[in-house]
Structure formats: C-alpha cells, structure tokens
C-alpha cells in the first residue's frame, strides 16, 4: 500500500481543511493509501520514509526548524507534492518579503519549490478538495500524462507572477477577456481595462494564481489545436 504524509510547515491550515473536505472521496482515497504522518488526522510524530508527502505551508528562512523538515521530507519521501499556493508559488506569504508595511515583519518566507526539488505542485488558496484528490489518485494510478501540468508548476511556480499573463498571453494577441485572471487575485492587483488585464505592479505579489488559472496558460496545446 502507498504511503502517504502530510506535512505542515508556514500555513493556516487551509489546505488541509480543504483536504478533509473532501468527505466521502476522502475515504476513497485512505482505503487505496496508508496515511503514515500527519499532524491532525494520524498520531505520529516524526516523520517516516513515505512514497507520497504532501507539503502545505512556505519556508521561513529564519526558522532553522522549518529548513530542517523541508530537507528532511526530501530526504524520506520519493515524490514531494508542493500543496497550495503558499508551497507552490509562495501565496499570500509573499507579502512578508521585504518587510512590506502591510506586515512589519522580520521573518522572510519562501515557497518550498524555490529550498528544495518538488516533483508536483497543485495550486489553490486553497486547492480545491477535487484537485487534490485528482492528483492523488493520478498518482497511485501512474497517469503521468495528466499530472504533467502540476510537474511544470513544480518546476516554474516560483517564477510564476502577474508578468506571465502580459508576456505570454496579452502581448501575443492571446487574451479573450474572460476576466479569469482578474477573478482569481488574491489582492485585486489586476483590473480589466477594455476588455484586457492590467497589472497593478505595487498590489502584485507574485503568487502566480492569475497564470495558474489562466486558460491560455493552463492549456497551451488546445490552442495549437484551435489554430
């Protein structure tokens, strides 16, 4: 049986509530794994050898305790699925880079894609509860065509910002104004203007949730297909 762990590192907890959302799915997917390790729903304490970790939370560079677990579940787990937007992209926690006066913090934090190699990356704030039970049972069934998506996420996430939707989609004549990018803002950063987003570089905080969500980003070969 697959063994799975959930790990929490710099988080609100809302990708794991989002994960026992998933109800009756929930219980699909425990009967098919063996949940070795997670801090609200298994009693354990250290964190063993595993196939699968599923890690929510960014890293906090001051916290020699968080880099520590960020290489440890390297160490231990064969495939490192980076959980929400705070792994994946760095999300709402973004904001503490810098020192930014909305959070005069000095702790700085950073998505766990950019401390150690993540082989997949599910976005969200939080992920939906079907995504995360879709990646999952992909990856119990070896569907790698369908978790090629969340691969590259994995592996460009912590680039990912407001920019890629002006260069890769506005610029080449792309956009349909469907305003999705805009919808998905965590900081309203983007309005749309004549029909086409307009990034509002000192609201953005590179969390990446406007190019995960954009449709011409998201499915690139349906548009060669339309072309």
Known sequence: MVKVAHVQL??????????????EKLLDVLNSIELVYCQTLA??????????ALVEGSVCLDDHHSLEVAKEVREKAKIVVALGACAAT???????????????????????TE???????????????????????AALN???EYLQPFAELAEN???????????????????????TCASACPTRAIEMLDGRPNILKELCIKCGAC?????????????????
């Open 115 to 137: 401390v150690i190699k993540v082989d997949l990356a599910i976005p969200g704030c939080p992920p939906s509860p079907e995504a995360i039970v879709s990646v999952i049972t």
């Open 10 to 23: 710099c988080s609100c907890c809302g990708c794991l509530v989002s994960l026992a959302d998933t109800y």
């Open 90 to 112: 760095g999300g709402v926690t973004r904001y503490c880079r810098g020192n930014q006066l909305s959070k005069p913090v000095h702790s700085s934090f950073s998505p766990l």
């Open 142 to 144: 070896g569907d790698m």
């Open 211 to 227: 190019s995960v969500q954009c449709p011409r980003i998201r499915f690139p070969e349906l548009i060669e297909k339309i072309e």
């Open 157 to 179: 996430g912590s680039e990912a910002c407001g920019c890629d939707v002006i260069n890769k989609v506005v610029n080449k004549s792309l956009c349909m104004g469907c305003g």
């Open 43 to 52: 009693d354990a304490r250290e964190i063993p050898e595993c196939d699968i």
